[in-house]
């Protein structure tokens, strides 16, 4: 089923996410779902926060991004990063790598924005999968910045607080607007619920 994915100045996406456990048939749907909506998106991740859940959950998907490289490991075995697609982490911790790289980034919340945003150019990750499994990631290259982008969702932060303030200064009327939009759309929906609720 696919899910609606929310826009920037939805207050759900500035909530940190609340671990997992346990890891049930629930959350297992709400994964397929979040497939789903970011492949019909043609996203290459999704973050739980951005489907109204402020829980550690998120999805990817690399594999149709021929142009920029990914290295991984998996539970200490070199994979085709290809070969583990889509990839679910619950419950991510990601360590930094100390190599900085600048990198264009969009985002399934902000329509028709994009910013170039530094981030470690390698990571260590451990998360679970949806069988409460442990599971170990090392990466480097475009999955890496992915995965950091999405644990940021998973903690309430936005790829707009990490532009630079000239960059964030020249999308500021873009941004405002977005945000006017969705708390429209937000009062729209309460008025909605409150009506058919009477
Ligand atoms: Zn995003």
Request: aromatic letters at 2%; charged letters at 25%.
């Amino acid at each position: 089923m696919r899910l609606s994915i929310l826009q920037y100045g939805d207050p759900v996406l500035r909530a940190k996410g609340k671990r997992i456990d346990p890891i049930d048939d629930r959350i297992r749907d709400l994964a397929a779902n979040m497939i789903e909506t970011m492949h019909a998106a043609n996203g290459v991740g999704l973050a739980a926060q951005q489907i109204g859940e402020a829980i550690q959950l998120t999805v990817l998907d690399v594999s149709q991004v021929e142009d920029r490289p990914t290295t991984m490991k998996l539970n200490g075995q070199e994979v085709d990063p290809k070969s583990v697609m889509p990839l679910v982490l619950v419950n991510p911790q990601v360590e930094l790598g100390r190599e900085i790289e600048p990198g264009t980034e969009g985002c399934l919340s902000f329509p028709e924005v994009t910013g170039e945003i530094d981030r470690a150019k390698s990571i260590h990750v451990r998360a679970q999968d949806l069988d409460g499994a442990a599971i170990e990631i090392e990466t480097a290259g475009f999955l890496a910045r992915a995965i950091q982008h999405e644990v940021d969702h998973l903690n309430g932060i936005l790829f707009i607080d990490r532009m630079s303030s000239a960059a964030k200064t020249s999308l500021s009327s873009k941004l405002k607007k977005l945000q006017k939009e969705t708390q429209h759309g937000l009062k729209h929906r309460q008025r909605a619920v409150a009506e058919t609720t009477l």
